[in-house]
Nanobody, 125 residues
Framework: QLQLVESGGGLVQPGGSLRLSCTAS????????IGWFRQVPGKEREGVSC????????YTANSVKGRFTISRDNAKNTVYLQMSSLKPEDTAAYYC??????????????????WGQGTQVTVSS
């Protein structure tokens, strides 16, 4: 059974940092494009960053560019989202997703078939 599990969320002060992890079980993450998304209640899910399999090309949303970095450790079957200079508007539930039928990763949620359960990030003083 393909499963993604996010971890690393929590409460952090503005300007702080967190690293989210997305660990796969039941499949090899290296063969999949991975995306990080976030959602707040009442709003649509937003693409944050993604990394393609193979060439590891990444895309990052303008709202977090320069502050968030995505990376993958295939040996650990894990993709990370390093978040720095966090702002209150970054508060959301963060999800990772995987797919391999698309030619490269995208920031469009509908392109992904497999999703984790999410981890909450709250940025507040």
């Amino acid at each position: 059974q393909l499963q993604l599990v996010e971890s690393g969320g929590g409460l952090v002060q503005p300007g702080g940092s967190l690293r989210l992890s997305c660990t796969a079980s039941g499949f090899t993450l290296d063969y999949y494009h991975i995306g990080w998304f976030r959602q707040v209640p009442g709003k649509e899910r937003e693409g944050v960053s993604c990394i393609s399999s193979g060439d590891r090309i990444t895309y990052t949303a303008n709202s977090v560019k320069g502050r968030f970095t995505i990376s993958r450790d295939n040996a650990k079957n894990t993709v990370y989202l390093q978040m720095s200079s966090l702002k209150p508007e970054d508060t959301a539930a963060y999800y990772c997703a995987a797919d391999r039928k698309i030619p490269r990763c995208t920031l469009t949620p509908d392109n992904y078939d497999y999703w984790g359960q999410g981890t909450q990030v709250t940025v507040s003083s």
